[in-house]
């Protein structure tokens, strides 16, 4: 069933010839303050050789959205793994989200490049928040990535989540939906069920106290939709471990990436694609006539991750 359900993926996103791949689940990743991440891993069959990686770090689980990445890339050949981030789906620790990643991902980095399958060199791929993800390590990371592949996402999330300075309360509420429900209803799920909710997602963002709109979306509180809250006056101060737009470009890797013009991170994507290029890294960016997620976008986000 599940080589029947690749087969459909590739002939939808117009991939033809596939290679073999073992999985490797549950993989445990120390962090250096005791916490455990899982991991999978996507390698070829046979005998551990050091390979370059592919790394995605996701709060979507290493099912879902992540085998169906995780795979479309191994049956290309490269070598993945697929992380669940701090709190989500078995991985320890509580997730809060954008506040982590970057020592988090840091962490990871160096366990990565210290196994036996890796050898040294490694890569990241992912869109949206699996994107953000890339943006907490890449400027900072010693050695540094070989590439990175981060769609439908930015550098900088601040002024995404309070635009014009006023909390996006719709954009986010649709989020902390998907986030408060996810691991109940499994993470595609959470995801195609969001618009279903639009009314209900109305109405709680417009009753008081507004911290407790959480309670009314999710059926219990979710402590993002606490933090943004309770942050919108200070903003930049709370959220700064999410704000990695103060990069230096010509020490970046080769960024490749993608977005919609209807996207909400199209303007910042566009801001940072302009620092990586009058910086001097080697960066590429595709635009095309979709929105944040629009499925239409997916076969133009898959073959730019391949090349």
Request: hydrophobic share 40%; proline share 7%; net charge neutral.
């Amino acid at each position: 069933m599940a080589a029947l359900a690749e087969r459909l993926v590739d002939r939808r996103l117009g991939f033809t010839r596939a290679a073999p791949y073992v999985r490797e689940r549950d993989l445990r990743v120390p962090l250096s303050d005791g916490v455990v991440l899982l991991a999978d891993l996507y390698r070829a069959p046979g005998p551990v050789e050091p390979r370059p990686t592919v790394l995605m770090r996701t709060p979507y689980g290493r099912g879902g959205l992540g085998a169906i990445t995780g795979s479309l890339l191994a049956r290309r050949g490269f070598q993945v793994l697929v992380q669940s981030t701090r709190g989500t789906f078995g991985s320890g620790g509580q997730f809060r989200p954008f506040l982590h990643e970057s020592p988090d991902g840091l962490d990871t980095l160096a366990w990565v490049r210290e196994q036996a399958w890796s050898d040294g060199r490694v890569s990241t791929a992912g869109p949206s928040y699996v994107g953000h993800t890339q943006w907490a390590i890449a400027p900072y990371a010693d050695p540094g990535l070989c590439s990175m592949n981060a769609d439908i996402t930015a550098s900088e999330f601040t002024s995404t989540f309070y635009p014009g300075g006023a909390p996006g309360l719709l954009n986010l509420a649709s989020w902390v939906n998907q986030i408060g429900r996810q691991e109940r209803l499994g993470a595609v799920t959470g995801f195609l069920a969001t618009p279903v909710f639009s009314r209900r997602k109305r109405r709680a963002v417009a009753s008081l106290p507004l911290q407790a709109a959480d309670v009314a979306l999710t059926g219990a509180p979710v402590v993002f939709w606490r933090d943004f809250v309770e942050q919108a006056e200070q903003p930049r101060e709370f959220w700064a471990p999410a704000e990695h737009d103060g990069f230096d470009a010509a020490a970046m890797p080769p960024v490749c990436m993608v977005t919609g013009w209807w996207d909400l991170f199209l303007d910042r994507q566009v801001v940072d694609f302009t620092a990586l290029q009058r910086g001097g890294a080697t960066a590429r960016l595709t635009i095309g006539p979709w929105s944040h997620g629009d499925r239409r976008s997916l076969p133009t986000i898959a073959h730019e991750m391949v090349h």
